[in-house]
């Protein structure tokens, strides 16, 4: 068995949202973890997938904004300070993978399913074995209990509902 740790400085977790129909704002977590274990050298088998992420790190390049997403109106981040994604079931899906786990986010567990660009493997200048990761997927945050909105004079909805989700992880396989 191998166990696998995140490489913060080579990894990102995004999240993009329309706002007012018409731009997409895109926010991130400066902080956040990445665990994984494979029975052999190579994500052909793999039995753990856990991440986690600091509500408190999130930023949208804007404070008021970001103050705006870890309220109650939004994340609340004084009562769920984390964001966790448990994987259960990492499958082939032709040249793509597939990552099946379950999202606990502001208190609520949902069932997700992302889509999986396995980068490779590779051993680094340092003669580390890292691997890369590219994760896609898409939310409605209403199903997380994210249900604040506001209407403009028009009648429009300043955010949207569905989340997309985007990941660059590198991984460093650990001696």
Same mark, same amino acid.
């Given at each position: 068995?191998?166990?696998?740790?995140?490489?913060?400085? =080579?990894?990102?977790?995004?999240?993009?949202?329309? =706002? /007012?129909?018409?731009?997409?704002?895109?926010?991130?977590?400066?902080?956040?973890?990445?665990?994984?274990?494979?029975?052999?050298?190579?994500?052909?088998? +793999?039995?753990?997938?856990?991440?986690?992420?600091?509500?408190?790190?999130?930023?949208?390049?804007?404070?008021?904004?970001?103050? =705006?997403?870890?309220?109650?109106?939004?994340?609340?981040?004084?009562?769920?300070?984390?964001?966790?994604?448990?994987?259960?079931?990492?499958?082939?899906?032709?040249?793509?993978?597939? /990552?099946?786990?379950?999202?606990?986010?502001?208190?609520?567990?949902?069932?997700?399913?992302?889509?999986?660009?396995?980068?490779?493997?590779? #051993?680094?200048?340092?003669?580390?074995?890292?691997?890369?990761?590219? #994760?896609?997927?898409?939310?409605?945050?209403?199903?997380?209990?994210?249900?604040?909105?506001?209407?403009?004079?028009?009648?429009?909805? +300043? +955010?949207?509902?569905?989340?997309?989700? /985007?990941?660059?992880?590198? /991984?460093?396989?650990?001696?």
């Amino acid at each position: 068995m191998a166990k696998w740790k995140i490489d913060p400085t =080579h990894s990102e977790v995004q999240f993009k949202v329309k =706002h /007012l129909m018409i731009t997409t704002v895109t926010g991130y977590f400066k902080e956040f973890d990445v665990e994984a274990e494979t029975e052999g050298d190579d994500f052909s088998s +793999v039995s753990k997938i856990e991440f986690s992420a600091d509500i408190n790190s999130i930023s949208t390049n804007n404070d008021q904004r970001d103050t =705006h997403l870890k309220s109650a109106d939004f994340f609340d981040a004084e009562q769920f300070g984390t964001l966790t994604f448990t994987g259960n079931k990492y499958e082939q899906d032709g040249d793509d993978y597939k /990552l099946h786990g379950d999202l606990t986010l502001r208190g609520v567990t949902r069932p997700l399913t992302l889509d999986v660009d396995f980068g490779g493997i590779v #051993v680094d200048p340092y003669g580390q074995t890292k691997a890369g990761f590219t #994760v896609k997927g898409k939310i409605s945050r209403k199903d997380f209990n994210l249900t604040w909105n506001a209407v403009t004079e028009a009648g429009q909805v +300043v +955010v949207s509902d569905d989340i997309r989700i /985007l990941c660059e992880i590198q /991984l460093v396989k650990q001696g």
